[in-house]
């Protein structure tokens, strides 16, 4: 196993290297180039700049989170096989500075959604919340501008404002494929990638849809049990694999985490362990790791990939802003830094028993 911290590079993230460096047994970063839009290549120069900076530091980096998908592909539509050449060259120019795994999602127009950032614990920390009214009662259009606002002008990924101000036009051509469509769409995909991926030695992780469930009418894919099988059976390759995301499936309680951690052993690369708190309706909020302070047993979700021998990447999921720090939204540094603690003693006492 090892252990990561996530990292939005230089010009995107207030926490520098030098204290990343300084988090016991962490082993790297993962990160991301964050400028280069949805459908480019990147460039070897910027990949390998990524690479110097990270390694001048004394951290590795062996994981990228995210190389984003273009809508095109995943909409299915015209010009999606040049995104799709886009991205394999970009998985080679990643293999070249020694990457070996590449987290992404499918998920369509909208990443993760919350309806408060920095929402405020009775002890003063601040963290992400979801309150199902106020999402349903929103538009992505509307969401967007309230994260705008909320986070302070912290361009979050999948909600940059010039994306957001197409949300409404973009959505409406989601309304017009259907749920069978877009899985067509994904399994192009995959097909079109997973045999570079085996040839430049990457495994693609994808990562579960967050939260688990259908919002604003778009499709789903990655989002229980079921349907990570009918996704994973589109190629058998132990190159197409799963990001096992506590905190996005956990959120549905029907989701077993440590069973779905079990059965898909060995197709799992890369894992985000969080914790959140259920509220009596449903309603949740980001917790700290432990699993006193939230909903989940923690351990059982650590035994789960200790039983069956991950050795994959960890890290460490979002975090509360604490000690009066300000900074990118679930990313602060002390909460996942003490996370990380926690998650290393539970490894190190399964390990002993
Ligand atoms: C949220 C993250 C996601 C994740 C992407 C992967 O904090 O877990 O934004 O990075 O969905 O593509």
Known sequence: MKMIFRWFGEKFDPIPLQYIRQIPALDGVVTTLMDIPAGEVWPLEAVQKMHRTVTDAG??????????????????????????????????NLSAVGVKVICYNFMPLIDWARSHLFFELPDGSRTMFFNRETVLNSTPKSMGERYAQQSGGIALPGWEPERVAYFDQTIKRYQEISQEQYWENARYFINAIIPWAQRYDIRMAIHPDDPPWPLFGLPRLINNRENITRFLSFSQSPYHGLTLCTGSLGVDPQNDVPAIIREFAGRIPFAHIRNLKFLENGDFYESAHPSQCGSFDMYEI?????????????????????FGESGRPGYGLYDRAMGITYLTGLWEALEKA
């Open 59 to 92: 951290l590795r980096v062996e994981v990228i989170e995210s190389v984003n998908i273009h809508e095109d592909i995943k909409l299915g539509a015209p010009g999606r096989d040049e995104k799709i050449e886009n991205y394999i060259k970009t998985m080679k």
């Open 302 to 322: 650590v035994k789960a990939f200790h039983s069956s021998g991950f050795d994959g990447y960890i890290r460490p999921d979002h975090g509360r802003m604490i």
